[in-house]
């Protein structure tokens, strides 16, 4: 029997284009591997320490916290930044995602990845790297959290932090991905087949689909048809 030991989204959009056709477009976030090596890969993460959540819960809490609740989900009536995952949640307990990969590896432990349609929103990448500066400015002490960003579900309360001057004023999960970005569905492909998984090289910089991405991807291309 394998065991959960967690879940993400594979985000994707259509882009419907003058003539019609359609084009496929992943939302990937940026993570730092090494000072050379970044990864490109989906919203996802670990079980909590208790074992006590499904992947639904995994993967949209991971989704929320990774895009920084600056993702529509649905569309762009929705109120942004999101402050919880609870909406996510529920999309995906409801069977409301294109498909499910489920991967088990060698060792029996199982992750899940659902993947899942948003709108398309071409600004995403630059709101989120200008919020995440933010942020980051403000766990530094060198920027006050007033106004908008006051408000947002990464800032940990001064009534939290009250009688603990060690912790963080920033729920550092807000800001693991270092920057997001939209790849169209041949950009992936031609990073799997004919690029060894490398998407990206700036300099000595390497930025590589990350190997878990590969084999869900995989899975999505040979399952799939969008």
């Given at each position: ?124 990448p630059t709101r989120f790297y200008e919020i995440r500066q933010h942020l980051i400015e403000i ?88």
């Open positions: 029997v394998c065991q959960l030991v967690g879940a993400g989204i594979v985000p994707f959009a259509r882009v419907i284009n003058e003539d019609e056709s359609v084009n496929i477009y992943f939302l990937l976030g940026l993570e730092q591997i090494s000072d050379t090596q970044q990864t490109w890969d989906i919203f996802g993460g670990h079980i909590s320490s208790d074992h006590t959540e499904t992947p639904e819960e995994i993967a949209s809490r991971e989704f929320i916290e990774e895009t920084a609740g600056l993702a529509y989900i649905l569309n762009f009536d929705e109120e942004l930044p999101h402050q919880n995952s609870d909406q996510l949640c529920e999309i995906l307990s409801n069977n409301q995602y294109l498909m499910k990969v489920i991967h088990n590896d060698n060792e029996n432990r199982r992750y899940v990845a659902f993947v899942t349609e948003i709108p398309f929103d071409p600004d995403l766990a530094k002490g060198t920027r006050n959290a007033v106004g908008d960003i006051a408000k947002h579900p990464a800032i940990i309360p001064e009534c939290v932090r009250s009688g603990n001057p060690d912790m963080p004023k920033i729920n550092w999960a807000y800001l693991e991905k270092k920057q997001l970005q939209w790849y169209s569905k041949e950009t992936i492909i031609k990073a799997l087949t004919k690029q060894n998984g490398v998407l990206q090289m700036s300099g000595t910089c390497i930025k590589r689909l990350r190997n878990e991405f590969q084999i869900v991807f995989k899975k999505i291309m040979e399952q799939c048809e969008f």
